[in-house]
């Protein structure tokens, strides 16, 4: 791979010098790439984890997306993008900021079909030039534990109008239900990584667990650029340019993200942001926690397997279960 990479959560990673080092070991990948912009993709997997990383330079100021991302509550308007997010709430917990998740199948479901995870919200550093923001669950599906999202900004250089980013997104059922996918699913999902070349000459794309984490991870990646790209818009505009956007950019990548077709995911979107508003209203309002995230991405999904290191569910049981299936399955 090159220049070796440092996770977010290494020690030394706090610091805009050691963000924009390793933005410059990989210059020659964000500048030439299948994706036609400054960003790069890669994934690995260990016997206790499988990480995907994207980074990317997005042409946002650091100031704007710094001040976002000390509101928790605009994560929820991110998340909600996703196919497989049903329903988030930010709240106040005993340890501060809470994000309540939902996550549950790729089409309208009730939320009690749904399985929550609640992260855990802070700003782990702040300085005039770096942010670093967490976002811990302790607990997932399936036993699972140990989730983690981790963002990383950096200014890109100074006076520039672009911000670089690390978002370290761990999210759970990836690893949970892969080993249940059936067959015909398992050769057609794949993710973006090249690992070799057909009878044809056509690229062969990474598939299993590491192609679900890397779609994941770009899934997100999209959710934060059609965030960004709403927070311009007149307040009562700005639901329906995310979801318009999010589709179209997602849809850039059919072979990967193509899941639904427009007119559906903009139902179901529309439906379950009715019902979190309405669920929102519900509990008193924590002005704390409002807000309009404005936010730049190196971005990063890391799903952890159980202690034991065996994947939790066995084939017939993930396909039985309603309650969690694997986003982007």
């Known amino acids: 791979m090159g220049a070796q990479i440092a996770r977010a959560d290494d020690a030394d990673t706090n610091s805009a010098a050691s963000l924009r080092a390793r933005y410059d070991g990989l210059q020659n990948r964000l500048d030439h790439n299948s994706f036609h912009r400054p960003l790069h993709l890669e994934s690995s997997e260990a016997s206790d984890s ?100 981790v963002l990383e900004q950096s200014r890109w250089n100074p006076g520039a109008p672009s911000s670089l980013f690390l978002f370290v997104c761990l999210w759970p059922g990836g690893t949970a239900c892969t080993a249940g996918l059936p067959r015909h699913n398992r050769r057609s999902k794949v993710g973006f990584a090249v690992v070799g070349s057909g009878s044809d000459g056509q690229p062969i794309h990474i598939g299993g667990i590491r192609g679900l984490v890397e779609r994941n991870t770009m899934r997100y990646y999209l959710a934060i650029e059609a965030f960004l790209g709403a927070v311009s818009a007149p307040p009562q505009e700005r639901l329906e340019k995310r979801l318009r956007e999010w589709f179209a950019a997602s849809e850039r990548y059919p072979r990967q993200l193509h899941e639904m077709e427009q007119g559906e995911y903009l139902g179901m979107k529309r439906k379950e942001y009715l019902r979190q508003q309405t669920e929102l209203s519900r509990h008193r309002p924590d002005r704390r926690l409002q807000g309009r995230a404005e936010l730049t991405l190196l971005a990063s999904n890391f799903v952890r397997r159980p202690r034991d290191g065996n994947l939790p569910v066995s084939a017939s049981s993930c396909r039985q279960s309603r309650r969690l299936p694997a986003p982007g399955c």
């Open 50 to 149: 499988v990480t995907g990383d994207i980074y990317a330079r997005i042409d946002y100021p650091f100031a704007t997306v710094r001040a976002a991302l000390n509101n928790p509550g605009d994560w929820c308007d991110i998340l909600i993008l996703h196919v497989n997010t049903k329903y988030c709430r930010a709240s106040s917990g005993a340890q501060g900021a809470v994000l309540n998740v939902s996550i549950g199948r790729k089409y309208d479901e009730p939320l009690n079909k749904a399985y929550r995870v609640d992260f855990a919200y802070r700003v782990a550093a702040q300085t005039a030039d770096y942010l670093q923001v967490r976002l811990n669950a302790d607990v997932g599906p399936f036993s699972t534990r140990d989730y983690r999202i």
